[in-house]
């Protein structure tokens, strides 16, 4: 577990290196083919050594919820271990960990109308009216999102018409937890100024690597829009506003920037809560000096 450009992908391949294993993606874009470089995506190589689950399996116009994500890493465990190896999930989405291992209730799939006349609704009326709305239905759920946060509000409203109930009264019902300990391997820094060069370096890197041409082979589809989760993902979001000429390339990576930098101080607030785990600095120790630390922790297991 890691915030983003903390390398957790090369700290699974070096515990591939030594362990069997099999590794689950815990990340809500790389589940997304055609995007590659913006999703930071385990190269070719290191896929085709080191099997990796739940990357690839979805085009960009379709569903995908976090219930899925659930289910299909549960069956993949048993799966992994039928085949005499060690299940690692790896990844930067918190809510995924915390749903893999809490459990969720039953809450309704997404409904793709009334997903998008929320979304004409919230072009009419703005984003923060629609989460002024939530208050009225639900104000312990609104109190959790911010009036801009557009998936998280979409989401709430959704379920409440979908189910007549709020959304925090279907999250207060009784959960299916794994019933299994989970060893947890936290890649941290203390170093927010190092995570945050690091951060940058990296989307300069996918600039060069082609992200541009990347987002815009997705919107010249034509199926495709920047409501969609996939669109959404951090650095997409904001190339599509610089193809749609909202935004010039200076602004474009400036906001991609501050974006991610959001996205790692979000993850860094979660990860620091998260009980019984190992943490390793993944600025200041050597690789080396990272695994023999993660290999003590495994041990210990």
Known sequence: MGATATGKTALTVDIADRFPIEVISVDSAQIYRQMDIGTAKPEAEIRARLPHHLIDILDPAEAWSVWEFVHRSRRLIDDIRARGRMPVMAGGSMLYFHAFEQGLNALPEADVELRR???????????????????????????RIEPGDSQRIQRALEVYALTGQPLSRLQREARQAWAEPVHKIVLATDERAELH??????????????????VAALHRRGDLDPSMPSIRCVGYRQAWRFLDGEIDRA???????????????????????????????????????????????????
């Open 251 to 301: 602004e474009m990576i400036e906001r991609a920037i501050a974006a991610t930098r959001q996205l790692a101080k979000r993850q860094i607030t979660w990860l620091r809560r998260q009980p019984a785990a190992a943490a390793v600095d993944c600025l200041n120790l050597r690789k080396d000096d990272i695994f023999r630390r993660v290999e003590a922790s495994l041990g210990k297991a």
């Open 117 to 143: 006349r929320i979304e004409r609704e919230a072009e009419e009326l703005g984003w923060p009216a629609l989460h002024a709305r939530l208050g009225d239905i639900d104000a312990e759920t609104a109190a």
């Open 197 to 214: 060069r690091r951060i940058e370096r990296r989307f300069h890197q996918m600039l060069e690597d082609g992200l541009i041409e990347e």
